[in-house]
């Protein structure tokens, strides 16, 4: 208590020099353009304390100065064409000269062209899908504070909510364009440090760049409510030498064809019961749990139950059970997770949903299972 | 130009203060009342609930959001508490409010004996609580009620929202025909029913920043309720005008729904100039000074809020020239709305002041809505806005413009006219201890939101990372003393149509206006007989 009051003093007298040691401002960032964003929030916050002092002294003395206590006998006048000229005009120039610097740094910041990488970027509820043009790598980036952090049984990281399974990773002193698009509902891309912030709209495609001077590690989240776990799709961006950045593609690339192999030979194992509910379980509560919630239970009227529901029960519904989880079901916030997981990862969730909570089909899919699925499809 | 209303014409000598127009006894008064002064109160009670309801859903936010991490409630209930919350305070509080302080004062100010449709005025008020009922009944809802955010932006609230939409959309439906009738009323009242005399330039302020504002609601009114359709045909009938599937567009949403938002907050802002117009000249003894540039001015603060709607929407992708035209025309607004902050300045200045309770909170006004003025001329910086959009400065600054702006004018209204409604000073140490725990309590609760914003904490989140939590928890005891502040109004108002000092027909010595001519209580009914302005 004490040690926030005290806080709450430096906040009222701090003047806005020291202000910007502090994490209580807007960051400069570590690119040109954040850092010209800084200066012009800076300047026109300068200006806007100027006028403040101006207009709220006169008005200060006057209610010290003009008050009846005091003897003060109202004056007459009420009309000043000069003076209303002035305060009128003097304000317009103001602006004219704010407006100067702000097209300049907008014009520049809206100038995507001759990019050296381009980046896709997806929203969907709730996590951030990378494709790296030309080079055949993609991934989701997801949070990664255990739910036990949130939920307030484990003391919280240095890095609670600002941190992710895969970060997506940049080489600085490149220019960088990013494509944003959405799977479902608007979202919005936001890293402070390069001052970059742009929604992400479904069936349309927005574009924004961006080049790093400094090595680091970024953070950033999702600025545009997106639904029930908005606050939960945070950025982290890990700028790196071009040297590393090449060795974390080939890295990347390497591990892509290992996960394609051990999926190709996944489709051939068969997992037992218990390989299967523990993975499953893994998955569930990585890709399902937000809607579907941990007990299987939904939220009424917003996401259905799993737990003693048809599909998940009834052995002559398991077709429907494969078709919604690798398709998705359209129009609803059900996605198709046939791109998110390995087709081992969707038998385990499906096999996992149709035996926790008390489901007890006995029933396991495998692997081989989901791709017959695919195929009769195709047909 | 004297034009009356039928009833009055057909029975012209019934019009003094007599026993038979006296209003009939219990509910049915209330009910059937066609009477400005009783529509009027109804009006300005609503509000005051609703400001009271809106306020606790704020106290759960702010519970919530006391410590990082998820304590009371989960986050899908936090996004109905926000949604909740910003629809009612918008649509429950303040619009009602100045609907109640219009339909109060334009006839007493302008020298008319009631409203000019007040048949309408009864149907407008009363169909509002039923809107809300739905509204608040949609949160018992299996799976809640809204919680798209009081800006509902497709596809969140079309296909991804839940069935409480249809209450929803029907609701808003409701708001937006009860603020229509609410305008024309005091359109038709303003243009036809002025004394004799009391021509256009003559009026008092709040009677032209309400002509004003009728103007927007009848222009934008009709917006609102055709986005809520089409996002009612969206969710449920198959159409896609924000689908990009069928060929639509989400963004086409955000336009629709902003060039009927931002003249909105005008409507929220432009009453309050005009209560502040007549309470600073009273407490300064002092004419206002610069009537006809504040006429002017307000008169383009409402052209140009048709041209700045965009400003909301710079992160959407915008082609640069647009994102130029809307930065340029919203920079433009800061200088009639200067004009404003520097006449009342003006008035001030070598006035003969005092302090009653309206004229705090009218001081309060002038600086706390100038803050909110400043961040509002950064917000409209593109570049800058960039780093701002969607996080907590943005909370704060139309805090600013909407508590210290326009709570505080409709408090500072409510002291002021209060011994003219109910015929007895209110206990004006009560009303400092009010305006001096508000004033402190809601900066403490709302300066430090900026702090919060450019340190990077995103708008509408149930929890946040580690390094916001003192200043959330300093943001939080504030909203904690400003909500239980307010039960000080509540008291000073019953306490006040209680009993108290007699007020004498015009309680304030620098007060001018035509209301202050008649004795205190307004009678039931006055000015059956026009006034002779000169
Ligand atoms: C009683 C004191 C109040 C407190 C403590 C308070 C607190 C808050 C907070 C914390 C939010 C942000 C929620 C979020 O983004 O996560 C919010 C949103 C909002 N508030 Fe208030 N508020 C108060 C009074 C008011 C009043 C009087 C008005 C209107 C006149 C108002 C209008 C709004 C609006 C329009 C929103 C945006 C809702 C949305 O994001 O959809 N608030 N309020
Ligand atoms: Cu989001
Ligand atoms: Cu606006």
Known sequence: MIRNLFILLALIITPASLAEEMPLNMTRGVTDISERVYDLHMTILYICCAIGVVVFAVMIYSLIYHRKSKGAEAA?????????????????????????????????????????????????????HYRYFDQDIEFYSLLSTPRAQIENQQAKGPHYLLEVDKPLVLPINKKIRFLMTSDDVIHSWWVPAFAVKKDANPGFINEA???IDKPGTYRGQCAELCGKDHGFMPIVVKAVSEQEYEAWLSAQKQTAEAEKAQAQAALSQTLSMEQLMTEGEAVYLASCAACHQPNGMGLPGVFPALKDSAVATQTDMLNQHLDVVINGKAGTAMQAFAKQLTAQQLAAVITYERNAWGNDTGDMVQAADINNHAKQEAK | MKTLTPEIDSQPEAHQEHDHHQPPKGIMRWLLTTNHKDIGSLYLWFSLIMFFIGGAMAM???????????????PNFFNQMTTVHGLIMVFGAVMPAFTGLANWLIPMMIGAPDMALPRMNNWSFWILPFAFLILLGSLFMEGGGPSFGWTFYAPLSTTYSNDSTALFVFSVHIMGISSIMGAINVIVTIVNMRAPGMTWMKLPLFVWTWLITAFLLIAVMPVLAGVVTMVLTDKFFGTSFFDAAGGGDPVMFQHIFWF?????????????????????????????????????????????????????????????????????????????????????????????????????????????FTIGGFSGLMLAITPADFQYHDTYFVVAHFHYVLVTGAIFSIMAAAYYWLPKWTGHMYDERLGKLHFWCSVISVNVLFFPMHFLGLAGMPRR????????????????????????????????????????????AKPWEGAEGLEWTIPSPAPYHSFSTPPEVK
């Open chain 2, 461 to 504: 989140i149930p929890d946040y990372a580690v390094q916001f939590a003192d200043i959330n928890q300093i943001v939080s005891i504030g909203g904690f003393a400003f909500g239980l502040s307010q039960l000080i109004f509540l008291a000073v108002v019953l306490k006040c149509i209680k009993g108290g000092e007699k007020a004498p």
């Open chain 2, 260 to 368: 009927f938002g931002h003249p909105e907050v005008y409507i929220m802002i432009l009453p309050s100039f005009g209560i502040i117009s007549a309470i600073v000249p009273a407490f300064s003894r002092k004419k206002l000074f610069g009537y006809s540039s504040m006429v002017y001015a307000t008169a383009s603060i409402a052209i140009l809020s048709f041209l700045v709607w965009a400003h909301h929407m710079f992160t959407t992708g915008m082609p640069v020239f647009a994102e130029l035209f809307f930065m340029y025309c919203t920079m433009l607004i800061a200088v009639p709305t200067g004009v404003k902050v520097f006449n009342w300045v003006a008035t001030l200045w070598r006035g003969s002041i005092t302090f009653e309770t309206p004229m705090l909170f009218a001081i309060a006004f002038i600086i706390l």
């Open chain 1, 209 to 211: 760049w961006t080049k």
């Open chain 2, 60 to 74: 759960v936010i702010r519970a919530e959001l006391f410590q990082p991490g998820l304590q009371l409630v989960d």
């Open chain 1, 76 to 128: 007459n006048f009420h009309e000043s064409t000069k003076v209303e000229v002035a305060w009128t005009v003097i304000p317009f120039i103001i602006l004219i000269l704010m407006a100067i610097p702000a097209t300049k740094t907008l014009i520049a910041m809206e100038d995507p062209t001759n990019a050296d990488i381009t980046i896709q970027v997806t929203g969907s509820q709730w996590k951030w």
